[in-house]
């Protein structure tokens, strides 16, 4: 009885959960959880976005299939408000911006908010301060949904000048 108690001593201060075996309620198998660091997460988050930058830099989605094709557009032929937008991220990498816009305007519309919601993500996780929790609201998300649609049915219709943007 007293190495039960040692056991579940040394793991609450692990931070371990207890899981009785169901047949008999005296055994306990103890399962350690560990969690990540918040600051780890951001490291991970920041090298893969470096990462897919870099293999975005130097292989262009135009010469390369190891891209994803774009289900939407393989099954109907109609552009979604994502196509283009690996081409136009090449191209903003390149320096090329209206050979971006041309490959996809709502990215390059939208790019902007990018940097905004990650330094107000940073500001929160310091001081507490949402800045842009007005935009949480449901009118900003159902808003950002009718712009894409519209872009997307305005893409594909045939007459110009809108026509220009479809793949």
């Not at 994502?82 to 519309?109: D, E, K």
């Not at 929160?124 to 609201?137: E, I, S």
């Amino acid at each position: 009885m007293r190495r039960l108690k040692r056991i579940a001593e040394d793991a609450e201060r692990k931070s371990a959960v207890f899981v009785s075996a169901p047949t008999t309620p005296a055994f306990f198998a103890v399962k350690t959880v560990r969690t990540i660091p918040k600051s780890l997460w951001m490291i991970l988050a920041v090298g893969g976005t470096l990462a897919a930058l870099l293999i975005l830099y130097f292989f262009a989605p135009m010469q390369y299939a190891f891209y994803p094709r774009c289900l939407f557009y393989t099954l109907t032929g109609l552009s979604c408000p994502g196509c283009g937008s690996l081409r136009a991220m090449h191209h903003l990498l390149h320096g090329h911006w209206t050979a971006a816009f041309h490959c996809n305007p709502l990215l390059i519309v939208l790019l902007p908010i990018l940097p905004g919601a990650f330094i107000s993500h940073l500001l929160h996780a310091a001081t507490g301060r949402d800045m842009f929790a007005v935009f949480k609201r449901p009118f900003w998300i159902w808003l950002l949904l009718g712009v894409m649609v519209a872009f997307s049915i305005l893409r594909n219709l045939p007459f110009e000048p809108l026509a220009e943007f479809r793949l």
